[in-house]
């Protein structure tokens, strides 16, 4: 029996880093200023060169619920203000 855990990754196909930028209507190079890292990492990233860490892939899902929250939020207050 192996007792070693390993370390399971989310199940996502695609490139995230690419799929969260036109998801969120930006550059890589826009998400990456947004995120506080460099263009290089991100760009790291999007090619394989290094793993995406688990907080990236974390904060890329909390920048989706954002852009969706907001979108919500607007066509709530366009709603209201009819």
Avoid at 40 to 51: E, F, L
Wanted: proline fraction near 4%; glycine fraction near 10%.
């Amino acid at each position: 029996m192996n007792d070693k855990i390993e370390e399971q990754k989310p199940p996502y196909g695609g490139n995230i880093v690419k799929d969260t930028a036109k998801e969120l209507g930006m550059t890589q190079k826009e998400l990456a200023a947004y995120m506080g890292v460099g263009e290089n990492t991100i760009g790291n990233w999007s090619r394989g060169v290094v793993d995406t860490p688990e907080w990236a892939i974390k904060m890329f899902n909390l920048l989706k619920i954002e852009k969706k929250f907001n979108t919500i939020k607007q066509i709530i207050g366009d709603e209201l203000n009819k």
